[in-house]
C-alpha cells in the first residue's frame, strides 16, 4: 500500500480543474494559488471567509493534537479506517476527503491501517479545514496527503472525483459532499449520541438537553447504507486533558462562565464515549 497526494483540486474562483506546477495550483483561467512551504495550499477566497481568521484557533489546534494522541479517540479512529477500507479492492487507487480535518488524525490512521493490511488500494488523501493553523498541524505531520484550506460550503475539489469523504464530529453539507463523491461512493460520518461526554456536561452546564429523536431519512442524493454505535469509557488524569478535551469541543464556547470554572477545578473525569458511525452512499 502507498499514500499518494490528491490531484482533482478545483479552483475556487471559478470551479475549474487545477493543476500544479511551479510550487502553485492554477486554473486555465490564470488564477494561481501558492502552494506553502509546509506543503499546503490556501483556497478559501475572501468572500467565503465570515471572520478574518475562521475556524480553530492555534490553542484549539494544538489541544485537539494533544488529546488525540493520548489515544482517547483510537477506536472511533480505527472503526472509521475499517469503514472506508471495507469493499475497497486492492487494485488500483481510493481517493478519501477528511471535510473538517483537523489537525489530520483521522488521515494519519487510515494510512497506517491500509500501510499495515497486505492486501490495501493506494490511497489518496485530501484534507480540508478551513482553520489555516489546523492544516498547517496537518501538513507538517503527513506530507504525503494534499492538505487544503477551504470550506466545506464550497469545496475546492472537481465533482465525481471521490470514492470516500469522511465529515467526523463536523458540519455536513450534503449537496456539496454528494457533488464530490463519485456514483457510489460513500459518505462516512460520526456524530456525538446521546450520552456522549454525559459527563462533563452534566458539570458544565446547569442541565443537560434531553437527546435528539435520530432521523432515519438519508439526506436528499444518498442512500442508507448501515450504522453503528460506539460506546466505551475513558478516564483523563490531571488537569490539562481535561482542558484540551473542553477546548476541542463546543462545549467551550456554550457553558457560562461558571461552568468553565467548575470544569478547570477537576483532576480527574471518568467519561463515556457514545458516538455514531453512519455510512451513506451516493445514488
Known amino acids: 500500500m502507498s499514500t499518494t497526494s490528491f490531484e482533482a483540486l478545483a479552483c475556487p474562483l471559478d470551479g475549474d480543474p487545477l493543476q500544479r506546477r511551479d510550487g ?28 478574518r481568521d475562521p475556524g480553530d484557533s492555534k490553542a484549539m489546534v494544538a489541544a485537539r493534537r494533544r488529546f488525540l494522541e493520548a489515544g482517547h479517540y483510537r477506536p472511533i479512529a480505527e472503526a472509521v479506517s475499517r469503514a472506508v477500507l471495507e469493499g475497497a479492492s486492492a487494485v488500483g487507487t481510493l481517493s478519501c476527503l477528511d471535510a473538517g480535518c483537523g489537525e489530520g488524525f483521522y488521515l494519519r490512521e487510515l494510512a497506517e491501517l491500509a500501510e499495515s493490511q497486505d492486501e490495501a488500494p493506494t490511497l489518496s488523501l485530501l484534507g480540508v479545514d478551513i482553520s489555516k493553523w489546523a ?17 466545506n460550503a464550497h469545496l475546492p475539489v472537481q465533482s465525481e472525483s471521490l470514492d470516500r469523504v469522511l465529515c467526523l464530529f463536523g458540519f455536513p453539507v450534503y449537496p456539496e459532499f454528494a457533488r464530490v463523491l463519485k456514483p457510489g461512493g460513500e459518505l462516512l460520518m460520526v456524530e456525538a449520541g446521546p450520552d456522549h461526554l454525559r459527563e462533563l456536561r452534566e458539570i458544565i452546564y446547569p442541565s443537560v438537553k434531553p437527546p435528539r429523536e435520530d432521523d432515519e431519512a438519508a439526506p436528499e442524493g444518498f442512500t442508507r447504507h448501515s ?15 481535561i482542558a484540551d478535551l473542553l477546548a476541542m469541543t463546543p462545549h467551550l464556547h456554550r457553558a457560562s462562565a461558571e461552568g468553565r470554572e467548575r470544569a478547570a477545578a477537576l483532576t480527574s473525569l471518568a467519561l463515556t464515549v457514545d458516538v455514531r458511525l453512519t455510512r451513506l452512499v451516493r445514488k
Open 227 to 241: 450504522g453503528e454505535t460506539l460506546r466505551y469509557a475513558i478516564a483523563l488524569e490531571g488537569a490539562e486533558p
Open 24 to 51: 502553485a495550483w492554477r486554473c486555465a483561467a490564470g488564477h494561481s494559488f501558492d502552494i506553502a512551504r509546509q506543503g499546503y495550499v490556501h483556497l478559501l477566497p475572501v468572500q467565503n471567509k465570515r471572520s
Open 135 to 151: 492544516v498547517l498541524a496537518a501538513a507538517k505531520r503527513e506530507k504525503a496527503a494534499t492538505w487544503v484550506v477551504g470550506t
